[in-house]
């Protein structure tokens, strides 16, 4: 019977931590990311420098608990596999964010839109309409601080990409979100 109380006691003080609202707060943050780009485009996808990393902001809000919206931009210096040249990668997107929850560890799924530029120089400079959807999770640290933890896949249909093929990116990036407003973690 002990068991059973000190079991009931924990899950109970444990519920109480599960009880933060995060309704109507801002939330934004910066990340450094990798992407893994379509084989089409001839692009590096190796840890071989820090000019294969990404780095980005964001900024969103929720519209209640388990809702949100979000803006971000990524910006890359990947090189061509060919000539070794450097180009220049730009992503920005916009975002419906549906959370899990509302504790000290909210995970999330997301979908929405991308725009995606290659360029100015290579052969494959161009600009690309994406589909993108992730999965992540925010590890809150406090009331208004959270490492935020993300893999997100962008897809465009073949008619119109530059390939005449579908292209598919990949990307998973590790930051910190800041909230503003609101109940906090």
Known sequence: ????????????????????????????????????????????????????????????????????????????????????????????????IINSGTGGNVLYLLGGYARLHLGPTGPMTSDLNAFQGGIGDRIFFGNHIALRLEARAYYRPGSSSPTGFWVGHVTGSAGLSFFLGGGGG
């Open 1 to 96: 019977m002990r068991v059973v109380t000190v079991i009931g006691v924990l899950l109970a003080g444990g519920a109480a931590t599960l009880t933060a609202q995060h309704a109507h707060q801002l939330e934004f943050g910066g990340f450094t990311s990798w992407t893994r780009y379509d084989r089409a485009f001839g692009l590096n996808n190796t840890f071989d420098s820090w000019k294969s990393l990404g780095f980005g902001g964001r900024i969103g809000y929720f519209l209640s608990d388990y809702v949100g919206l979000e803006v971000d931009a990524n910006v890359a210096t990947p090189t061509y596999k060919a000539t070794g040249d450097t180009t220049t990668a730009v992503v920005g997107s916009a975002s419906l």
